[in-house]
């Protein structure tokens, strides 16, 4: 579900729009890091813990708990639950598991607070313009008005674990919301084992549990998309979430043109209202889904605790 790709190792530079920056710790706190993959993404996963070994037991299962997500939620898994549903689009209703109803219920909330600025039924735009069906040319506007056409009637309708696409163009994408979901869920995983601090960045988008020790919070650096290793802004992370939508890193070209992915539901064309956003909210989710929404719209929407254009 790779809906961004800022590749890197944090600590080594600005990476994925973030370089946390680390008081030393107390001998009590125990500071334990693990790099992996999950979501089709860079994972770095940091925890204060008792001990060496409850660290990398908590990293281990915040991992786990993303991946798990990411079958749930994946469209490039034809076992995926968001797969079956979308084959079963105009085909009555089917039922769904507890990970795509919340999805899609909090998908709903966010297409009416951002005036359809995010919309999870936008996978007919990323077909038609190549981001999942590769093609040679770009679509026609017969193709993109079809596509737009069909993301703007798209209904879902849920009945407790049922869900239902009433019409066989409806087509769901979880990208611009199933890595901030998959993230609040891993962040839950590591509340429940007792972790206090915590931070987890899954390739730009980010979210903190508490503070380290005697700091404030979590700094993280944004990255400027302008300029190799600049930074636009900095701020602080405790108990919040951050994350970063831009259009210059996933592309098709077509030619001389460059195609962004992060599409416009109103024009049906690749959004450019803005280079990159980065939105701070009080969950994972609502700053993955919010930084989509500003890129889409060249504004913050509501809901945004801090938001940083480019």
Do not use: K
């Amino acid at each position: 579900m790779r809906r961004r790709d800022f590749l890197g190792a944090l600590g080594a530079g600005v990476s994925g729009g973030l370089m946390p920056r680390l008081p030393r710790p107390r001998p009590a706190d125990q500071f334990v890091e693990r790099w992996s993959w999950a979501m089709g993404q860079p994972v770095h996963a940091m925890v204060f813990a008792s001990s060496e070994g409850e660290g990398l037991d908590a990293c281990a299962a915040a991992l786990a708990e993303l991946r798990r997500v990411e079958g749930r939620l994946t469209l490039f898994d034809d076992a995926s639950d968001l797969c079956e549903l979308n084959r079963h689009a105009g085909r009555g209703a089917w039922r769904i598991d507890d990970d795509l109803q919340a999805v899609l219920r909090v998908a709903e909330g966010f297409r009416r607070t951002t005036g359809g600025a995010f919309n999870v039924a936008v996978e007919p735009l990323m077909r038609a313009w190549g981001f999942h069906r590769p093609r040679t040319a770009e679509p026609s506007p017969a193709e993109i008005g079809e596509a737009r056409e069909a993301v703007a009637s798209a209904v879902v309708a849920l009945d407790a674990d049922l869900a239902r696409l009433p019409n066989t163009h409806t087509q769901l994408d979880c990208g611009g919301i199933g890595v901030g979901y998959g993230i609040d869920c891993a962040l839950a995983v590591l509340s429940r084992r007792g972790i206090r601090r915590a931070f987890l960045d899954v390739s730009g988008d980010c979210a903190a549990i508490g503070a380290p020790p005697d700091a404030a919070g979590w700094t993280v650096a944004i990255a400027d998309p302008r300029h190799p290793h600049g930074v636009t802004a900095t701020v602080m992370l405790r108990d919040a979430a951050l994350a970063t939508s831009a259009n210059t890193v996933s592309v098709m070209r077509y030619g001389r043109r460059v195609i962004g992915h992060v599409m416009s539901p109103a024009t049906g064309w690749p959004t450019h209202a803005l280079v990159q956003a980065s939105v701070v909210a009080r969950s994972a989710v609502a700053a993955d889904v919010l930084s989509t929404a500003m890129l889409v719209a060249g504004r913050p929407a509501p809901g945004a605790v801090r938001a940083f254009a480019v």
